[in-house]
């Protein structure tokens, strides 16, 4: 799984350039997975973690990112994840975790990467 670095450097190309170099190294690109985090972290200080659930609805948690700003997490994220699958030919995503994930269908995150993962089968 590949995990956000603690810092604040732009994710999707520090993640493909990893992919890149496991690549180069030799293993298979049908054989790596890329990870989806159904949650927000915070890059700096505390390193605090929020659900994603948390994170959206009427009841939604605001996050304050004034001092260290936080992962990207959300619909968005989990299509950047899928495109870099494609572009890479890699085996798929993994999420983590199941739990931190919305129950309301319009929100779900594994719902939405299904529906990604379907269109791009047929």
């Not at 590949?2 to 190309?13: F, I, L, N």
């Not at 936080?70 to 975790?97: H, N, Q, T, Y």
Request: glycine share 10%.
């Amino acid at each position: 799984m590949s995990y956000q670095p603690w810092h604040p450097e732009e994710y999707e190309p520090w993640l493909e350039k990893r992919v890149r170099q496991l690549i180069d190294s030799g293993a298979p690109p049908e054989k790596i997975n890329v990870g989806v985090g159904f949650y927000a972290k915070e890059m700096g200080g505390e390193r605090r973690a929020v659900s994603w659930k948390k994170l959206v609805g009427p009841n939604a948690t605001k996050i304050d990112q004034k001092e260290h700003p936080f992962s990207p997490v959300g619909k968005e994220v989990c299509d950047m994840r899928v495109r870099l699958v494609k572009k890479m030919g890699l085996a798929g995503v993994m999420i983590w975790e199941y739990g931190h994930d919305s129950m309301e269908p319009g929100e779900s995150l594994l719902k939405h990467l299904s529906e990604k993962g379907n269109k791009a089968n047929r």
